[in-house]
């Protein structure tokens, strides 16, 4: 097989495989690494650059390798763009934190949300009690979007940090 061939088929498996093992076993949102987290991505990806290059230590070997890894990712957006099946597989939904005024704990626990982080959140929102919170959700993209008020709807957003000391493991 052509030495080049040869690069695209192992670049081609290792960002699938890649992909395959960070839905099910990681974080996809960037807002959300913690140290742990990036060391791990930095660790795999040491570990997988000879298996995707071979021996090849070339310049022109690191372009094919990389060009691939581009095409994937840009093919893999579209996909997920035009099928919502695929798009639902491989993107996480947004989850409720809080309903009008009321916690949903379960979310806040599977999320790894603590009591702490939430009334963070709230404070950089101008917002004081849960009482005020029509709806707070954890987005997609790691963000905490809260929209208050009775009579006067205001949406805000809240850049969420990984804190260490919620750390519990890579999810």
């Known amino acids: 097989m ?3 061939v040869e690069i695209i088929v192992r670049s081609a498996s290792i960002y699938i495989f890649m992909i395959i093992a960070l839905r ?10 913690n140290t742990a987290d990036i060391i791990l991505i930095l660790l795999i990806s040491n570990s997988v650059q000879n298996a995707m290059v071979g ?7 690191g ?7 581009f095409l994937i990712n840009f093919i893999l957006k579209k996909l997920i763009f035009k099928y919502k099946k695929f798009s639902d ?6 989850e409720i934190l809080i ?4 916690l949903d704990f379960k979310s806040l626990s599977k999320l790894n949300i603590s009591n702490d982080e939430l009334k963070e959140a709230m404070r950089e929102h101008g ?7 029509k709806l707070a959700m954890l987005e997609i993209d790691g963000n905490i979007s809260i929209i208050s ?8 957003y809240y850049k969420r940090k990984h804190n260490h000391k919620n750390f519990v493991g890579l999810n």
């Open 149 to 156: 008020g009775i009579n006067d709807l205001k949406q805000t």
């Open 2 to 4: 052509n030495e080049y």
């Open 99 to 102: 309903h009008n005024g009321i």
């Open 127 to 133: 917002i004081e009690y849960f009482k005020d919170v």
């Open 89 to 94: 597989f491989m993107l996480e939904k947004p």
């Open 24 to 33: 099910l076993f990681g974080k996809k949102e960037l807002s959300q690494l």
């Open 63 to 69: 372009i094919v390798a990389a060009s691939v890894l």
């Open 55 to 61: 021996s090849n230590s070339s310049i022109t070997g």
